[in-house]
Antibody, heavy 120, light 110 residues
Framework: EVQLVESGGDLVQPGGSLRLSCAAS????????MNWVRQAPGKGLEWVSG????????YFADSVKGRFTISRDQSKNTLYLQMYSLRAEDTAIYYC?????????????WGQGTLVTVSS | QSVLTQPPSVSAAPGQKVTISCSGS????????VSWYQQLPGTAPKLLIY???KRPSGIPDRFSGSKSGTSATLDITGLQTGDEADYFC???????????FGGGTKVTVL
């Protein structure tokens, strides 16, 4: 059974940093690209970032480019999202999602999400 | 503003059909597969349709998808109270080199 468990969400001040983690199980982690998608309170889904199965290719939304990095630890079956220079508009539930293959593939399994609040 | 355009809401009586549209451009829907996601209240999104018209295992055939040009459609037939949720279309945008979603459509069963 595929399981994705996010952690690391917290209340952080504007300009601060935070690292989210997503522990994956139930599938061959290194064979699948992974994505982060966020949802601001009461709003729709926003794609944030994606990383290929090998970790060699990464993609970012313009809204986070230069401030966020994505990485994966194949030995720990864990996906990360490192967030810097956080802004109020980054406040959202952050979901990690497994793709069906490539970074551009459909997102077939989602975690339960972790809440990031950026506020002073 | 979302890259893909969906109606904010649709509604119908139990047993009826609803259709949700998703409009994009040649850089996204026009040249990439479309997926649909269902988000029940207070839960994470769930894949409903992928590759325009395919259903993952366990998704009932009351849910169907189609694509034509730069638009896609999700049909829900035999509407049930349990179908009340937000529905999002999504795809890859080749020009942006990133994923894009519609703003979401709230389905209400009258």
């Amino acid at each position: 059974e595929v399981q994705l468990v996010e952690s690391g969400g917290d209340l952080v001040q504007p300009g601060g940093s935070l690292r989210l983690s997503c522990a994956a199980s139930g599938f061959t982690f290194s064979s699948y690209a992974m994505n982060w998608v966020r949802q601001a309170p009461g709003k729709g889904l926003e794609w944030v970032s994606g990383i290929s199965g090998s970790g060699g290719n990464t993609y970012f939304a313009d809204s986070v480019k230069g401030r966020f990095t994505i990485s994966r630890d194949q030995s720990k079956n864990t996906l990360y999202l490192q967030m810097y220079s956080l802004r109020a508009e980054d406040t959202a539930i952050y979901y990690c999602a497994k793709t069906r293959g490539y970074t551009s593939s459909p997102l077939d399994f989602w975690g339960q999400g972790t809440l990031v609040t950026v506020s002073s | 503003q979302s890259v893909l355009t969906q109606p904010p809401s649709v509604s119908a009586a139990p047993g009826q059909k609803v259709t949700i549209s998703c409009s994009g451009s040649s850089s996204n829907i026009g040249n990439n597969y479309v997926s649909w996601y269902q988000q029940l209240p207070g839960t994470a999104p769930k894949l409903l349709i992928y590759d325009n018209d395919k259903r993952p295992s366990g998704i009932p055939d009351r849910f169907s998808g189609s694509k034509s040009g730069t638009s896609a459609t999700l049909d829900i037939t035999g509407l049930q109270t349990g179908d009340e949720a937000d529905y999002f279309c999504g795809t890859w945008d080749t020009s942006l080199s990133g994923g894009v979603f519609g703003g979401g459509t709230k389905v209400t069963v009258l």
